[in-house]
């Protein structure tokens, strides 16, 4: 079972931290996107070991770390709940900022813009930690 492990959030001075539960609302206030993004623990722990990161990894965090992912979750139009909250991955750009100390060495796209997956809110509820993610057929 995939479920939600860490969620982060911008405070009022654009500082991140930790939240044990959040509203979809409450996220999208704070960070003034109205899309998220999805990171599994995995993935960071793989990234975190490498020794060239990329610009991303020391700019951005993701708003939710998960357990683990799966093709689904990084399949375009995928829609999954977590808590009371629905959710559509988005399609995403694998591009590397034009500043990437990784990219300019090796020419090569960061873990996190490949592994990275955006979603948007179809429908507004709570999440929390431990919540489990589950995919939603036909719906």
Not at 62 to 85: D, M, V, W
Not at 103 to 109: D, T
Request: aromatic share 8%.
């Amino acid at each position: 079972m995939i479920y939600v492990v860490t969620i982060f959030v911008k405070d009022e001075e654009k500082h991140w931290c930790q939240k044990e539960a959040l509203s979809t609302e409450e996220l999208f206030m704070q960070s003034g996107k109205n899309d998220l993004t999805i990171y599994s623990i995995i993935e960071r722990d793989k990234q975190n070991n490498e020794p060239d990161k990329g610009l991303c990894h020391h700019r951005f965090q993701p708003n939710l770390i998960i357990s683990e992912s799966n093709n689904a979750l990084n399949k375009p139009g995928t829609a999954f709940q977590i808590g009371s909250a629905r959710f559509c991955v988005l399609k995403k750009d694998i591009k590397c900022h034009d500043k990437c100390n990784k990219y300019l060495k090796i020419h090569q796209v960061c873990d996190w813009k490949q592994k990275i997956i955006y979603a948007k809110v179809i429908k507004h509820g709570t999440l929390k930690i431990q919540d489990p993610v589950c995919l939603l057929i036909d719906q």
